[in-house]
């Protein structure tokens, strides 16, 4: 097929332009993304989507003096898609399989993951599952493979957390959380997407970078509320972890009553617990760049390690509780169940800024963290 783009200025409506590319000379349909005209083969959008065929066989308006799509002057103007989604679609569509491999041997891996999102993204509106699943499964791939996603990147992903597609989050939340887009720019995106995963994870950072660095933040104020809501519950539960220590199942023969047990064992643990949550390795990491009394993410998994360690086959025991650490008879469930503490605090911390709550009421907090986390 060949394309062409002589046109002159005074041939083409005042702010468009024919696609590069995707300007067919022989082409029989005229269509419109944003400012650009795709000039293709109708049969070959037809037989592709069962939406477009739909939208290519709606009625003229009366009176026209031409069909929509006919002309430069009247095309059909596809709303809601970008030019770069359109685009996508119709090198998706038009490539050879030879050219499709070599594209995806050789592009640039950021270039290459917009490109197979916009086609999820354009596919998925115009009804293509086959095309959208193999675009989504390479894309998955290549943005895995990215190291730090740029802030178009991520901007792209979080739109995409619309579509609810299947198993999306499951690779698209770590490539936004490592990528370069600043936290407000994140809370901004992902309070319009409703993905709260990744806003209560903005949130965090901020918190947990200091109350000083948030005078000059650009976040209205019920998004200020909601920070200092989120500081003050992630101080709370601190003092709860610190208080109550994780869950153990005691194999030692300790007596129980509900979820509390008595004994030697069970004592050791709480007594160690209390250690390790002032030892100098928990309650000082992160100190320097950040606020760690809040950062209780980084603190359980301080407190996760010191634990593994001395309980692997040559042990090293952290000073600050060599003392008590020989009365746990139980060291593996204690060592298992600060594990789970530590792997649940991902969940804290969205209940933290959980924006239906306020300041969390410590007893039911407690009550919650009783029940539900331990």
Known sequence: MSTTNTATVTDLPAGTTRDDKYYWTDGNIILQAENTLFKVQRSMLTEMSPVLADLLQLPQPEGSPENEGDSDASPVKLAGDTALQFRSLMWALYSRPDEVKKYLETS????????????????????????????????????????????????????????????????????????????????????????????????????????????????????????????????????????KGPSVAHTCGASTLGLFAFGPCPAACTTVWNNICRSPRVVTVGLGNRDSTVDIQRRLAAAADLVDQACAPIPTVDISISTYWSGIACKSAFRDGVKAYSEKSEKMVQLCFDPHSAALDHVNWLSWLTTTML
């Open 108 to 243: 640039e891996l950021e270039s290459r993951c917009c490109r197979l999102l916009d086609l999820v993204a354009i596919t998925h509106k115009y009804q293509c599952p086959d095309l959208m699943n193999w675009a989504l499964d390479l894309a998955s791939e290549a943005c895995k493979a990215v190291e730090k996603p740029s802030a178009a990147l991520v901007t792209v992903l979080i739109h995409l957390y619309r579509l609810d597609l299947q198993g999306f989050v499951e690779w698209a939340e770590p490539a936004v959380r490592r990528g370069h887009l600043s936290d407000v720019s994140l809370i901004k995106l992902a309070s319009a997407s409703n993905w709260e995963s990744v806003n209560s994870f903005a949130y965090y950072r901020i918190v947990c970078s200091g109350p000083s660095s948030w005078a000059t933040l650009d976040l209205t104020p019920p998004e200020r509320t909601r920070l200092l809501a989120g500081y003050i519950n992630l101080n709370e539960t601190w003092a709860i972890i610190d208080s």
